[in-house]
């Protein structure tokens, strides 16, 4: 009985999506998620539409992408009154802690209209394959907008989570370490407790991914195309619900957000009148996200996350700070206050240094492990947050991948094991291993498979 109920869903997908393919022929449109932020509503809504309109014209018309390199131009092409646009949908929209502007759209492109007004500015162009593969483009334009939009929210909320937590500190009487009362420790507190940007977080995390999952129904063809669904169930206010995503990539940038817990929950300083201390203390910290490890009935890996709301304690920091008499004499006591935001995310990355408006960023995700070569032309075809100018690092810069991200739990980087370089010296390239910083060039030829993290310079 299962197995007719089975090969009779897969007959009316097929009937569903050759209807789709034949009316979708006739149209030629297609229907993109996208994401944009900006400094105003309006400027995160052109950013999701131009977003929209570079889906559309890399998939249908052509690989080249100069045309988007002109503001103007890619403005013009992403407006609904060009035509190129028949129109658009909110899924989700809400405006930063920092005054920014987050927007998740769905929006129909005319491939036809689109095509048109390319080559009325002149453009040659090169239709890519014929209109009967639409169905098949259309699934992965909804594969690729699913990773924009996710990498999209993993941008917006790297900095909003910074400033998520209030801090209080307690200290008790001091307790002395000698006999002669020279030295003494007095023990501290530290609690960690979750403010109102935690349910904006959470709230804007919940609604990006309702934004692009699948139905039920859909996860029911896309099972039937043999494509694997990925599911993210998520805990807010004593509520769970499960989100079917379609692609592992959008997991690992999920995976990139919720392992810099720690390193969100720490962000404060400890002034003693004296000195200023930084939270690298013992902690009893919050659960935020469950083992990737777990498994549901048809075997696809479950991420699990648990939103603390404002009000819940997210850590409790203890810690003995060791002082001579002499120092306690000069103290004034222990204050406390949040860093703020000490971990920008910007042109497409986490940012890794910034001089006189130029520098480095770390793409959000590893590439995988892979042999040196395959590993550089990955980095150089990746297309991540909107841009498409990715390199595997060279020796200094992933150095510094791992000085100023890896060491402070930034970026999900694998503690273990060795990260390509880009730059060669004689017969090997350089690699770093990143558990213990060592940067080598002797012992891997080019054949070894190792991590790759692509970056980006402006």
Not at 207 to 219: C, F, G, M, N, R
Not at 391 to 418: A, M, Q, R
Request: aromatic letters at 12%; a neutral charge.
């Amino acid at each position: 009985m299962n197995k007719i109920k089975k090969t009779l869903i897969l007959i009316l997908a097929i009937v569903l999506s050759a209807s789709s393919i034949k009316a979708q022929t006739d149209n030629k449109d297609v229907a993109i998620t996208s994401s944009g932020s900006g400094k105003t509503l309006e400027d995160a809504k052109q950013a999701a539409l131009r977003s929209a309109t570079e889906q559309a014209f890399g998939a249908f018309i052509s690989s080249k992408t100069e045309m988007f390199n002109d503001q103007i131009v890619a403005d013009q092409m992403a407006s609904v009154s060009s035509g190129n646009i028949k129109s658009f949908e909110i899924l989700n929209q809400d405006q930063l802690p920092d005054s920014r502007w987050g927007v998740t759209l769905k929006a129909i492109v005319s491939v036809d209209k689109l095509t048109s007004f390319v080559q009325a500015k002149g453009i040659a162009i090169e239709v890519k394959g014929g209109m009967f593969a639409l169905n098949i483009k259309q699934q992965s334009l909804n594969e690729q907008g699913e990773i924009n939009a996710v990498s999209e929210m993993v941008g917006l909320l790297h900095e909003a989570m910074q400033i998520s937590f209030d801090y209080v500190i307690k200290s008790s009487d001091p307790k002395s370490l000698d006999a002669e009362n020279k030295n003494w420790e007095i023990p501290l507190v530290v609690t960690a407790t979750c403010n109102k940007n935690i349910d904006f977080c959470a709230n804007y995390f919940m609604k990006t991914l309702a934004a692009i999952s699948l139905s039920p129904t859909e996860v029911e063809t896309y099972k039937s195309l043999n494509k694997q669904v990925f599911l993210v169930s998520v805990t807010y206010q004593n509520k769970s619900v499960t989100y079917n995503l379609r692609k592992q990539s959008s997991i690992a940038a999920i995976h990139s957000l919720t392992s810099n817990w720690q390193f969100f929950t720490r962000l404060f300083a400890v002034q003693s009148g004296m000195d200023e201390l930084y939270g690298n203390w013992e902690g009893n910290i919050y659960s935020f996200s469950g083992d990737r490890s777990y498994y549901n009935d048809d075997n696809a890996g479950t991420r699990f996350i648990h939103f603390p709301t404002s009000g819940n304690v997210a850590a409790t920091f203890i810690w003995s700070d060791k002082r001579t008499l002499a120092q306690i004499e000069q103290m004034t006591g222990y204050t406390i206050k949040s860093r703020g935001v000490v971990s920008q995310f910007k042109y497409g990355g986490f940012l890794v240094y910034e001089e006189n408006g130029h520098g480095l960023v770390a793409a959000i995700t590893d590439l995988g492990k892979m042999e040196w070569y395959p590993g550089k032309q990955a980095c150089e075809n990746l297309v991540s947050n909107g841009f498409s100018d990715w390199h595997l690092p060279t020796k200094s810069e992933l150095n510094k991948l791992f000085l100023n991200l890896h060491t402070k739990k930034i970026g999900d980087f694998l503690n273990k094991g060795e990260y390509w370089s880009s730059t060669y010296s004689d017969y090997y390239p350089w690699y770093q291993i990143f558990d213990s910083g060592i940067t080598q060039d002797d012992k891997l030829g080019s054949s070894y498979e190792a991590n790759i993290r692509a970056v980006r310079t402006f």
